[in-house]
């Protein structure tokens, strides 16, 4: 077996099925190129305080070079003996850089070099994330200036309520992924914090310069606590969180194109490239990419929930349990990422049937509020007229028309105040362009909305930061 470089307590050889069980490489190695930055931020602090001289701090800075360049020629060896991409990479400089490599662990253990790598692989994972939001929010932009025109119905149960804007519809969905970008920025900021100097546990004894590594790594800030900097994984749940709430918000989008794309609402057509077709039916042009986002969405949620049990039963500071957190770190970010990818590429090749969402959002007595409002204008209170709007559409129902069907002396039958002039105000176009109020689906509304949206992103993508 595998000798390890913690062997030295040891007299007995690992069993081999503790190796398989408690080797985690198969997962950290992606961590590799982090594990490195740190490793040489690391030595240069070491030499800068004179713990190794600058010779010193050349030949291990070359070497761990030499390794990353290794590791991406595909050439390196990996060994489950080694445990973790630590033990690899600290294995290998032995190898290669000959016994000086044993002085690059002085004033650090692997509890403070983990939280390192993940804080750096995170904060690369986060920026990369907001990103794809900004260029999915860009995508939401572009197809709701494309469509201002298109009404179609809204709906509160599933039951058709009010016609709105589609691009009022879609700017819902930018104001979700607006609000996943701020969270990924609040996240990132409480990711951007060097535990490197904290060691096992309680610090060390040699004279580190903590705010050396800080500036070598681009960290505004140290983790202020020991105790706490190798055994802290909220940024990793806050991220989880964040990055669940994020795919729910795109399942909930798949639900609707899902049900847009059904024959029995026909509103839309998803593009050839992003369906399938069925083994045994075919006619079938299956949404399986939504509804696989959809799905997908249950595994982030769920390690938000794996992580939130392991941290909770953790007293301080550093256990080995930690060494689950990576699996359903990387996993989200894979998915959520993969996700905001495919719907930025997705959303612009739908073809949206204007014709058959008009036509919906013309029927089921939708502009009844609008006939309550109508009445309300003429000094009827509100509650009254909502009464009568509704025996209105009972007796529309009954004689199977929509209330701007109804003949003029009908409609007077419910109330007299009502007017020819209450054709205008049932009409679809009226109904939607009534709705003047700020963040409504009147049109002069919704412009703003976009022209408001527009200004923000382009800020945005000058400056993501």
Not at 50 to 76: P, S
Not at 178 to 192: P, V
Not at 226 to 254: G, N
Request: hydrophobic share 45%; charged share 25%.
């Amino acid at each position: 077996m595998t000798e390890k470089l913690w062997q030295g307590r040891f007299e007995d050889e690992t069993a081999g099925i503790v190796e398989r069980f408690t080797a985690s490489i198969d997962v950290d190695r992606r961590l590799y190129r982090y594990d490195i930055r740190g490793s040489i931020a690391h030595c240069r602090m070491l030499a800068r305080v004179g713990v190794i001289t600058t010779a010193e701090a050349d030949q291990l800075v070359a070497g761990l070079n030499a390794i990353e360049a290794e590791i991406e020629a595909g050439d390196f060896v990996y060994d489950i003996g080694l445990e973790d991409i630590h033990m690899h990479i600290e294995s290998r400089l032995l190898e290669t850089a000959g016994p000086v490599a044993q002085k690059l662990h002085t004033a650090r253990s692997r509890n403070d070099q983990i939280a390192l790598d993940l804080r750096l692989f995170l904060r690369d994972a986060v920026e990369a994330i907001r990103l794809g939001l900004l260029r999915l929010q860009r995508v939401l932009i572009d197809m709701a200036k494309r469509h201002i025109d298109i009404v179609m119905p809204g709906y509160t149960h599933l039951q058709r309520a009010q016609p709105v804007r589609l691009a009022h519809h879609l700017m819902a969905y930018y104001e979700m992924t607006r609000r996943d970008a701020d969270r990924m920025g609040d996240c990132h900021r409480r990711i951007n914090v060097v535990p490197l100097g904290a060691a096992a546990l309680a610090g060390t004894t040699y004279p580190i310069d903590r705010e050396y590594v800080a500036e070598l790594l681009n960290f505004p800030a140290v983790c202020a606590n020991s105790l706490d900097a190798v055994s802290d994984r909220d940024f990793v749940v806050e991220l989880l969180a964040a990055a669940s709430l994020c795919m729910v918000h795109l399942s909930r989008f798949s639900e609707e194109l899902i049900l847009w794309s059904s024959a029995e609402f026909g509103f839309i057509e998803l593009p050839d490239a992003f369906t399938t077709g069925s083994s045994i039916m075919p006619q079938k042009k299956n949404p399986d990419v939504a509804e696989l986002v959809r799905g997908k969405t249950g595994g982030v949620i769920g390690q938000l929930v794996a992580l939130l049990t392991t941290m909770k039963g953790l007293p301080l500071s550093y256990n080995r349990d930690l060494q689950e957190d990576k699996s359903p770190v990387f996993e989200a970010v894979d998915t959520l990422s993969v996700s905001l990818e495919i719907y930025s590429q997705m959303l612009p090749q739908i073809t949206v049937n204007a014709g058959r969402m008009q036509a919906a959002a013309a029927a089921g007595y939708q502009n009844a509020t609008d006939l309550a409002d109508y009445l309300v204008s003429r000094g009827m209170p509100f509650r009254e007229a909502h009464h009568c709007a509704g025996r209105a559409v009972r007796h529309a129902i009954d004689q199977g028309k929509e209330l701007d069907q109804l003949e003029l002396e009908t409609l007077r039958g419910f109330s007299g105040l009502i007017r020819k002039d209450v054709y205008q105000w049932l009409s679809v176009e009226q109904v939607v362009d009534r709705r003047i109020s700020a963040g409504g689906t009147g049109k002069e509304a919704v412009l703003a909305a976009i022209a408001a949206a527009e200004a923000e992103l382009a800020q945005k993508e000058r400056d993501p930061a």
